[in-house]
């Protein structure tokens, strides 16, 4: 678990390499890990994640045209588009979600400059770390940066702004947490988001507590069409559940009482998808109370019944992660872990005593490869700052 090196110096040096001029502003979005709400954005209930200090960047100069021209690091790969011809790249997947994100900035009334930029992240891609959510937050802060409108939108719109970019550019039907929070995440804090009225409320994240990360490295293949079929399993329970619930529009409106006065309307399966989601709500709410009040024991008893309604009900664990999650259990310190993000596979977060970071990593090292036989990785970190724009000039 080795520290993160600030890594704007050596941008700003590729950015005079390859430009020839300096650049204006670098624009920051995190990462995200969620301590839990799991599947309950899109049903417009509750989630409680936190930024990571694990960012995507871009380092930028405005032009005078429209033309965006953009190099990135990792991918070891330039692209450019023209602002007034957006068009969607079937070659280079990445620069999408950034097409998107300035296609929904002028959708919302924006005016946007071209600008030159080298972008770089360190975001695990496809972990479930939502590198995906970063990579568009950190673009719109790019734009507006470049195109003087940095204060046009305030931070819910601007979230709003990087999923639709997800949802009708690049075509993946996320909820709205990894965009949210990575635009509104606070140092020290968990960000109670309602995803229903978008009203949020940080709760600061107890001194006493740390977070460890552990990515499986395993597969994530299903975790597209599984989220899309456990989406419309949930539409499908709603619609079943309204003729006895008049006026519910989501499963953020049924409780579990009213569910399981109900539980006869619905097949098995869909009962247990709405058994996950209608106990994760009740879960969110309780662990924000317990980490207000400083009760670790309870936060990870939370975070341990969450991760077995994802892997019993909603079905969306896999035996590397039931591993990784096992591994985390078996260090001295662990309070609770589960399953974070989407599932089938990336990454698995741990509550845990300070100091007893290295123990759980050492745990998951030892234990995790003899099960599965793939090397984890293995993160600590902080909850971190949310999005910003640092002025280089
Ligand atoms: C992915 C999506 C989020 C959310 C989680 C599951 O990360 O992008 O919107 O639905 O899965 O909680």
Known sequence: MKPIADRTPTMVQEFKNFYHTSPTHVAIAPGRVNLIGEHTDYNEGFVLPVALTRDVRFVVRPRPDRQVRITSLEFDASADFDLDHLAYDDSTLWINYIQGVAMMLEAEGLRLTGMDAVLSGNVPRGSGLSSSAALEVAAAKAFMAVSGQLDALDGPTIALVAQRAENKFVG????????????????????????????????????????????????????????????????????????????????????????????????????????????????????????????????????DASHASLRDDYEVSSPALDAMVEAMHSAPGCYGARLTGAGFGGCAVALVEPGREQSVADAIYKYYPKVTNIWPDVYATPAADGARVIELL
């Open 172 to 303: 993946v039907q996320c909820g709205i947490m990894d965009q949210f929070i990575s635009v509104l995440g606070k140092a020290g804090h968990a960000l109670l988001i309602d995803c229903r009225s978008l009203d949020y409320e940080l709760t600061p994240f107890p001194a006493d507590a740390s977070l460890v990360i552990g990515n499986t490295k395993a597969s994530r293949s299903l975790a597209s069409s599984a989220y899309n079929e456990r989406r419309q399993e949930c539409e499908t329970g709603v619609d079943l559940l309204r003729p006895a619930l008049p006026g519910i529009t989501a499963l953020r409106d049924v409780s579990s009482d009213a569910l399981e006065a109900n539980k006869d309307r619905l097949p098995e399966t869909i009962y247990r998808r709405c058994r996950h989601v209608v106990s994760e709500d009740e879960r969110v709410l309780t662990m924000a109370d317990a980490l207000g009040r400083d009760d670790l024991a309870a936060a990870g008893r939370l975070m």
